[in-house]
């Protein structure tokens, strides 16, 4: 069956600004795109559609982490991200009231006391303090540290002879004793054992939900680059029953020890691309890797950050070449987080160790959200074939945190400059990382542009990327980063038919005006979605 869709179409082949009046789709791949009078004559007995509105490839979400988003997004998580709650008042008072209802345990997500100024230090004694024995736990909105009370921690089954996981750690007194955080994803995920328990009871409603909130933002294909496996058969039951609304690519969580998976088939709806690591922290925190120090501020001072604080990497070099070589070895993509400077240096030492003493080709390494990444870096990384992929919305919340309270302008002026991997000649991507930020890709390619803060705040370094280059970023370039070139990523014959309906010309209204585009509808393999 053929089916004909007409409109105002981009399909970004072989330019971002080509427009076509039509395109035919067969078994859920576009075959031709042209004039409608050329499409209907040529496929008499097709159905026409007329599609109201600009039409574009669906976007790609690079870095997502949908299986934890569906989860901390949900009821079961009390939300006070600076981006619904933006005062430490309001976020204090939820909390409070949080822990008033409560029934059982209670877990909080979003604190963050760079945009909420005046929240208290959230130790074990402040959290006792509030809620009593009522267990307590409250995840920074970074999602790289949680603050739990004496009661959660009895929850989780952890105390001061709990063992610190490799590459994450527990604050602890010069007793041993927990003083109430939890640092890095494996330490944060034993604090968080309770309610992931609880979630997997509603992961159905919650992950199906949460991926069509994805498909409304205009999203058909999203990577998890923290994925649980024991998710699979729920993937695999949706699959049958046709209820998949986006194309899932999802990366292992890698740990010291690991043995990699065996490849399976090349399934265009589910499949793993990778293995993720870490090789540093947040900002937001104080532990990220980087030559420079943190500036002495008020705003580093409630951190807990001492003068001339500068952050340390998770692991050594040796450490993480011993947990990432066996992936690279079973054929997988590398995929490592890195916001220091100091932290992509060694991430990219461990990187081409791998790439020469396996001889690798085309293997698509990945740095993820690269923050203090400098040009030479860029070039660096391109050189060895390493693909880049940054979190540019942190231009958006925290651009004036970046430059006037925890870098300065030389530092944080450049952050995550995205027109600079241009240069160097990647096929650059953008992101939001779950839940961190709201799903926002079309304020990523704006604010890559404009490099402008929420508030009209323009930063002093970094260079603005094209209209192109931003679109680009969130379609084929992530397809490509994504080994799914052969599939999405253009309306062009051959791919699969994944596409938007829009309000607006996404290559010819302002930057300002990108930022607001509404998705009116989304459609995978030629069927209606959203």
Known sequence: MTTVFTGRIRPFSPLIDTEVE?????DGRVVRVGTTADLTARYPDAETVALAGWVM???IEPHGHPSFSAIVLSDLVVDIRPVVVPDATGALATIEQAVADAEGAVFVNGWDALLQRGLPDPDMRFLDELAGGVPLVVIHNSGHSAYFNAAAAVAAGI??????PVGASFGRADDGALTGVALEAAAVEMVLAPLLATAQQHMPALLTGHLRDLAARGVTTVSDLSWNAELNPLIAALQTQGQLPVRLRWYEMSR???VAAARGADDPLFRQTGVKTWSDGSPWIGNIATSFPYLDTP?????????LHVGEANYTADELLAIAEPYAVGGWQLACHAHGDRAIDATLDVYEQIIARHDLRDHRFRLEHCGAMTPAQFVRAADLGVTVSLFVDHITYWGEVLVDDLFGAEHGG???????AFAAGHRATFHNDGWVTPNEPFRNMAVAETRTTRNGFRMPGGTPVTREQALLAHTANAAWQLFSEHEVGALTPGLFADFLVVDRDPVAVSAEELAQTVVVSTYLAGHRVV
């Open 299 to 307: 705003a580093t001072r409630d951190l807990g950050l001492e003068p």
């Open 159 to 164: 105390d001061a002879s709990t063992p610190d």
């Open 57 to 59: 490839p669906g976007l």
């Open 256 to 258: 010291p020890g690991g």
């Open 22 to 26: 039509a395109m035919a789709i067969e």
């Open 414 to 420: 450049a952050w995550a400059d995205a027109g600079a």
